[in-house]
């Protein structure tokens, strides 16, 4: 098993990774929606252009109705990149407000409203532990040329490492193509954290038999010498909200509504992905919605959020959550309470500002680099 040691970077194994965290005022801690609604909407008109909120496809309604772009997190690492305001607030989780931090201009300030909002599937893979697994894996294959792709989700630390060892930065509408791109100079991927989201994409590129899963810290598990003989290593991490979605679900549903078709997140697991009828992003999933056919039924297997603004925002179609009651939504994304939102808005128009993201500038280029990189493939 792989020591735990390095020099490059000092990384703390935590959940949250920012420690300025800031509580909510009490003052706050109340408010009725219209009266929030309202002093929001005025806080906005008071900070005009200086200010742009970008809402994932998971946030609640009362921040996705205030957010000027909604999407996944391709599309927001894009609208972060073309900003040209003061501040941009996001509503979603650390690992993408880093990343925001990491594409805008050295003067624009990236708040992200509350703390909190940790993904856990980003804390599966720490830059610590795998740089110490990454001493392992090479030493175990010297001679060939190991790429590591980390999925968005993970943290900054992690993607200035993937981008110093030759690899990059992949969200779930582009995994196919970082994979692509890494073959194209190496031998073998490593791809953390999500071990679905690998195995769906070495399916789609018809390199299933090549997988190996890959836990250095399980004494059950395949050590480094045997994990190296296939050509896609995976990091065992993984999201509770997307495991929660199993076969018999998609088997219920088609049996209730003989007419549905199921999507679903690639997050999922393989066998639910390969029963579902399509899977893709969350912004693959949104598009389909819209342009199904009214009256067609639709099983959405993500985040439940995301399918009740389906259902919001497309009453001609019929959108069904793939599991029910048993959906879960994301304890994460759901830290962003619009009273936060309400809070730091309110607390710029005062000239403060509150719970700002700030990736450390020795992580910041490097890890600029990975997500430049995804942005061309
Ligand atoms: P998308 O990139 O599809 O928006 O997904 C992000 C995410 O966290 C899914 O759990
Ligand atoms: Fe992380 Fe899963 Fe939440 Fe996405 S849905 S932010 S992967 S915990």
């Known amino acids: 098993m792989p020591e735990m040691e390095t020099a490059q970077f000092e990384t703390d194994l935590s959940l949250f990774k920012y420690d300025n965290l800031e509580q909510l005022p009490p003052a706050y801690r109340d408010l009725e929606e219209a009266e929030r609604t309202e002093r929001i909407e005025a806080a906005l008109g008071e900070l005009g252009d200086d200010v742009v909120i970008l809402g994932h496809n998971y946030q609640r309604r009362e921040i996705v109705e205030h957010a000027d772009f909604v999407g996944d997190s391709y599309g927001l690492s894009k609208r972060a990149a073309e900003a040209d305001a003061d501040y941009v607030v996001f509503g979603g989780v650390t690992f993408m407000a880093e990343s925001a931090d990491i594409i805008t201009d050295d003067d624009q300030t990236v708040i992200l409203p509350s703390m909190e909002a940790s993904c856990p599937m980003a804390g599966m893979a720490e830059a610590l532990q795998v740089d110490a697994a990454w001493a392992e894996i090479t030493a175990a294959a010297p001679d060939e040329n190991i790429v590591p792709v980390t999925y968005m989700n993970s943290y900054a630390d992690l993607k200035a490492f993937c981008a110093e060892q030759g690899g990059l930065v992949c969200t779930s509408s582009n995994a196919h193509r970082a994979f692509a791109y890494a073959l194209e100079r190496g031998d073998k991927v490593l791809f953390l954290p999500d071990k679905h989201l690998g195995e769906n994409t070495a399916h789609r590129l018809g390199m299933e038999d090549e997988i190996a899963e890959w836990d250095p810290w399980d004494p059950e598990g395949k050590d480094a010498d045997e994990v190296v003989a296939n050509d896609i290593i995976l ?143």
């Open 235 to 377: 990091w065992d991490g993984y999201c509770q909200v997307h495991e929660r979605f199993r076969e018999s679900h998609i088997t219920d549903v088609r049996e209730e509504h003989p007419d549905a078709n199921v999507i679903v997140h690639p997050e999922c697991r393989r066998e639910v992905v390969e029963a579902a009828d399509e899977a893709g992003s969350t912004a693959t999933i949104t598009e389909t919605i819209e342009n199904a056919d009214p009256g067609e039924t639709w099983a959405i297997g993500t985040e439940i959020h995301l399918t009740h603004h389906l259902q919001r925002w497309h009453p001609e179609v019929e959108v069904l959550a793939l599991c029910g009651e048993a959906c879960m939504d994301c304890n994460a994304m759901r830290q962003i309470d619009p009273n936060y939102l309400a809070w730091v808005l309110e607390e710029l128009v005062e000239g403060r500002e509150r719970n700002v993201i700030e990736v450390a500038p020795e992580e910041k280029e490097l890890a600029q680099v990975a997500l430049d990189r995804m942005l061309e493939v």
